[in-house]
């Protein structure tokens, strides 16, 4: 059996425009017409959820952040462990909004483009500067990432355990197509997108449960196979209309992101990514008209449960 629920965190619904409120309350009508394996219902008590993994979005545009609207980040937890998924600009301030920074667990950053990685450079400050030093953090990357990285935040520190500074509170563990890792009650599998630059696909299991989240892809690379059965598929979405008149291939139209979710056999997909000058309503309907069912709108602030 299946179970998702739907919050808002109050916290950010402050700070929230009128034009996410909208998107908000789209996301949120979408479990009551959900059908699967078992019921889906909304929910605004986490009690009967407790051994599920849940979801919280932190920013979802394509490319770059609009006014409440961050790029790429997300929280994972489960039992009380914690997973920041992504860093896009803008994600590290919603994040601490959610718990404490120095209270997360793993982070997985899912290749170099900046709507999925520049906040790292404030958690590193705020973490090797602030109240909380000495503490390391499992960091997941694709090959080539941890250089580029490490080249932005190297400042002439003194090498504490001989290594590089960075590696004091970020421990990279580089992932390919078939890695795999336990983090906490967590497991991770990776696999490799088709993108211009490395990128990692991540499924996140516990309890029999998964999420699996496309990171940035064209139709190819691994998703697919990796996201085969999960419960829920977080895919990209940037842009609209039909696949051969995108104007980037290593992306995907909402359409393809409905037909890889129901090839797969997804049990639910969100979409996400999408171009912020689009209108999110039409994509969540492309999705919906290949996936066959309801889809949901990633926005931040709502949280599922898995
Ligand atoms: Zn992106
Ligand atoms: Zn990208």
Redesign the pocket.
């Known amino acids: 059996m299946f179970w998702i629920g739907y919050k808002t965190h109050n916290r950010v619904a402050r700070r929230t425009n009128e034009c996410s409120e909208r998107f908000a309350a789209h996301a949120l009508e979408i479990p009551s017409h959900h059908s699967c394996d078992g019921p889906l219902e909304p929910t605004t008590s986490t009690a009967p959820y407790t051994s599920l993994v849940q979801l919280t979005v932190l920013g979802s545009n394509g490319?770059y952040g609009t006014p409440g609207r961050p790029p790429s980040g997300y929280l994972v937890e489960h039992n009380g462990t914690h997973v920041w998924m992504d860093a896009g600009p803008g994600t590290f301030a919603a994040l601490q909004d959610q718990i404490d920074p120095g209270d997360l667990d793993g982070i997985v950053l899912?290749?170099?483009?900046g709507?999925?990685c520049l906040d790292i450079f404030g958690f590193y400050h705020a973490m090797r500067f602030g109240r909380q030093p000495g503490l390391t953090f499992p960091t997941y990357v694709p090959e080539g990432l941890e250089d580029r990285l490490v080249g932005f935040l190297e400042g002439g520190e003194p090498r504490i355990r001989g290594g590089h500074p960075v590696s004091d509170v970020l421990d990279f563990q580089v992932m390919g197509a078939g890695s795999s890792t336990r983090l906490g009650p967590l497991t991770l599998r990776f696999a490799i997108a088709e993108?211009?630059?490395p990128?990692l696909c991540v499924r996140i299991e516990a309890d029999g449960r998964s999420l699996t989240f496309s990171?940035?892809t064209g139709v190819g690379g691994g998703l697919a196979e990796l996201a085969e059965g999960t419960n829920l598929l977080l895919c990209e979405a940037t842009y609209q209309g039909a696949g051969v008149d995108k104007p980037w291939p290593?992306?995907l139209t909402a359409g393809e992101a409905g037909e890889i979710a129901r090839a797969a056999g997804a049990g639910a997909l969100m979409v996400t990514h999408i171009w912020p000058t689009l209108d999110p309503s039409r994509s969540v309907a492309e999705a919906e008209g290949t996936f066959g069912r309801p889809v949901a709108l990633a926005v931040p602030g709502v949280s599922v449960k898995v």
């Open positions: 490319t899912t290749h170099v483009h709507d999925h993108h211009p630059v990128t990171a940035d290593h992306h």
